[in-house]
C-alpha cells in the first residue's frame, strides 16, 4: 500500500471508529439512563408498599438502600460516558497510526537509519 494510500486508510478508519464510539457510547448511555428511570419507578412503587403496610420498615430500608447504591453505579457510569466520549478509543488509534509508521519505516530506508529513527 503507498503512503497516501495508507494515510487515507488511517483517515477513513479513524472516522469511523470515531462514529461507531459515538454511536455505541449514545446507545449505552441511553440504556443506562433508561435503568435508572426504571430503578427510579421501583423507589417509588417501594415507597407506596411502605405507606400501606405491605412491607416492614426494615424490608424499606434495605431495598431502598439496595435500589439507591445500583442507581449511584449507573450515574456513574454515565458521567464517565459523559466525561470520556468518543475520546476512548484514541489510545488504540494511536498505536494503529504507530504501528503504520513503523510498517512504512520498514519499507523504505536501510536497517541502521530505521533503528536510529525507532530509538526514540
Not at 34 to 54: C, E
Request: glycine share 6%; net charge neutral.
Amino acid at each position: 500500500m503507498a503512503f497516501s494510500a495508507r494515510q487515507a486508510f488511517i483517515g477513513l478508519i479513524t472516522n469511523n471508529e470515531r462514529a461507531a464510539s459515538a454511536q455505541a457510547g449514545e446507545k449505552a448511555a441511553q440504556n443506562l439512563r433508561g435503568d435508572i428511570d426504571i430503578l427510579t419507578k421501583k423507589m417509588n412503587a417501594l415507597l407506596d408498599l411502605i405507606l400501606r403496610g405491605q412491607i416492614t420498615q426494615d424490608e424499606y430500608t434495605q431495598k431502598k438502600r439496595s435500589f439507591i447504591e445500583e442507581k449511584k453505579e449507573y450515574e456513574m457510569k454515565l458521567a464517565a460516558f459523559a466525561r470520556q466520549g468518543a475520546n476512548r478509543f484514541e489510545p488504540v488509534l494511536e498505536l494503529y497510526r504507530e504501528a503504520v509508521h513503523v510498517g512504512e519505516l520498514a519499507e523504505s530506508g536501510k536497517a541502521e537509519e530505521n533503528r536510529e529513527k525507532l530509538a526514540v
